[in-house]
């Protein structure tokens, strides 16, 4: 899920709820809600990219694909901040 989907989502439920979504603690709970949607995207694509890899060495080829997630620093806990 990308920024700008999560900000209009803050968007609408700020209308909607009259939340303060700038709350460090409502933005873990937010962030919480879509890990489950990002997990499934991300194990979806970890099996993309074996599959890929799989037909890659049968075709004896010397490629090799990965995935890196990056985090943002807003969306950690001050403790797990490097």
């Not at 074996?50 to 807003?74: D, G, W």
Request: aromatic letters at 10%.
């Amino acid at each position: 899920m990308s920024e700008t989907e999560l900000n209009y989502l803050r968007t609408q439920l700020q209308r909607n709820n009259k939340i303060d979504y700038n709350d460090i603690e409502t933005k873990y709970r937010l962030a919480g809600q879509y890990s489950t949607k990002i997990e499934d995207n991300f194990l979806h694509v970890q099996t993309l990219v074996s599959e890929a890899n799989e037909i890659v060495k049968q075709m004896n080829q010397n490629i090799f694909y990965h995935v890196i997630t990056r985090i943002s620093n807003s969306y950690l806990k001050p403790n797990e901040r490097v």
